[in-house]
């Protein structure tokens, strides 16, 4: 059974100095595989302040960590849950144990297809002070599906630009100004991938998440960089 395409269930963002964040509240399919994206302004930086990421809609074992990173004056983090039967309806909450600001996030999810047995196969990571970046696992299949989110700051009026061959599926940001912070999520079926137009300090990362058993092999890629140019 070939991997879903991701669709966005919600993105935004806020300026505030705060301990948390909230989405919207969503309603996702029932035995999703769903993944929260988000970025965050902090000095010193630190993308292990984390204390917890939790949903109103039932989930089979909670949120798990994939990954997290600092680099400059910016924080990103991926998240992932796999929704029950009948999940509902509700928010996703992250809080943490001090006061963030800039914050932006996507939320979306795969409805099928993803081995809930084994989601993580293969990882890459990489940063940059540069405006684009490049990230690729050391190997994909044809059939592979790659599902990437990316997180910039100090953006101005700009938008992080998808890299050649990728879909954006949504991006939403914190507003604030020319110290912007905005998520985007984009998918292909590349083993290298790029972004553009990001701040002066990006983290990429990539999981490579297997298709569901007896299908043919193939991957789903969740990659989340964040950036920022400016610290608080």
């Known amino acids: 059974m070939p991997i879903a395409t991701p669709t966005n269930l919600t993105s935004g963002g806020d300026a505030l100095t705060s301990t948390t964040f909230s989405t919207a509240s969503v309603s996702p399919a029932a035995n999703a ?25 039932a989930t089979v074992a909670g949120w798990t960590l994939l990954d997290n990173d600092s680099v400059s004056n910016t924080n990103n983090a991926q998240y992932r849950a ?14 943490w144990s001090d006061s963030e600001i800039r914050k932006s996030w996507t939320l979306d999810q795969i409805s099928s297809g ?5 989601f993580t196969v293969e ?21 592979n599906l790659g599902y990437s989110a990316a997180t910039s700051a ?20 914190s507003g604030g100004g020319s110290s912007i912070n905005g998520t985007q999520s984009q998918y ?45």
Do not use: C, K
């Open 114 to 118: 993803f081995d809930s047995t084994n």
């Open 188 to 232: 292909s079926s590349q083993l290298e991938h790029g972004w553009g137009t990001l701040g002066t300090g990006t983290s990429g990362h990539v999981y490579e998440i297997g298709e569901s058993t007896g299908a043919v092999a193939a991957a789903l890629i969740i990659r989340s960089l964040a950036a920022t140019g400016a610290g608080r």
């Open 33 to 57: 595989l769903v993944i929260i994206n988000f970025g965050y302004g902090r000095t010193p930086p630190n993308a292990g302040v984390v204390n917890s990421v939790t949903s109103g809609f």
């Open 154 to 173: 100090a953006m101005g009026s700009s938008t992080i630009t998808p890299g050649t061959g990728e879909t954006e599926i949504a991006e939403g940001n």
């Open 82 to 95: 796999l929704t029950t039967g009948t999940p509902g309806s509700g928010t996703v909450t992250v809080d």
């Open 123 to 143: 990882t890459a990571q990489n940063t940059t002070t540069s405006s684009s970046m490049l990230a690729s696992l050391v190997d994909i299949g044809s059939s």
